[in-house]
Each structure stands twice: as C-alpha cells, then as structure tokens.
C-alpha cells in the first residue's frame, strides 16, 4: 500500500502562494496517476490538478489552471502542488491522492488546511 502525508498548508493573504507537498511511503506504479484534490466547507471533494507516474502528463480544474502547478520529485517519493495568486475561494482542506490503477485503489493522505483571507 501507498501512506501519503501533506504539508504547507496555512493562512495566507489574497494574491500570496503556498506549497503544498505530499510524502508517499513507497515507490510509485508506472501506471499510478499522482493529484491533489480538495473540500472547501459544504461541499464536495473536487479534483484540482493530476500528474501521471510515468509521463507527468498534468490536468488541471479549470479554476486553478495558470495558477497551480502539479509536480513530482521521484529521488523523494513526493508530489507538490504550487499554489500562486490563492483567491478566498481556494480555501479548503487539501488531500493528496494515489489511484492506482493496477490495484482499482485509491489512497489518501490526511489532508491540510488552506485559508485564504485578508
């Protein structure tokens, strides 16, 4: 199984940036495909940005497009999410997820708080 734990979350002013980062415990699947999602209060988890294992093919929700970036450092097992120019509506608790397709699983981290407010 795949353990993942965030950090970098925390209160930050409108137009300010965060990086997020996301430690897996063990090595990832060629076929595993890397993301960060998040669940702002009254609403449902959404997909913000996805990497993938072998390619690094990224997609992003089109509300954090040109803002957020995804990416992977694979000498540390860890995928980041850079967050620039954060907007009030950014604030959320942010999960890292591993699906892992060859598997049909899903792992999640425990989540870390962003708030983005003046």
């Known amino acids: 199984q795949v353990q993942l734990v965030e950090s970098g979350g925390g209160l930050v002013q409108p137009g300010g940036s965060l990086r997020l980062s996301c430690a897996a415990s063990g090595m990832l699947f060629s076929t595993d495909t890397m993301g960060w999602f998040r669940q702002a209060p009254g609403k449902q988890r959404e997909l913000v940005a996805t990497?993938?294992?072998?390619?690094?093919?990224?997609n992003y929700a089109d509300s954090v497009k040109n803002r957020f970036t995804i990416s992977t450092d694979n000498a540390q097992n860890t995928v980041y999410l850079q967050m620039n120019n954060l907007k009030p509506e950014d604030t959320a608790v942010y999960y890292c997820n591993v699906n892992r397709q060859l598997l049909g699983k899903n792992y999640w981290g425990q989540g870390t708080q962003v708030t983005v407010s003046s």
């Open positions: 990497i993938t294992a072998l390619l690094g093919s990224t």
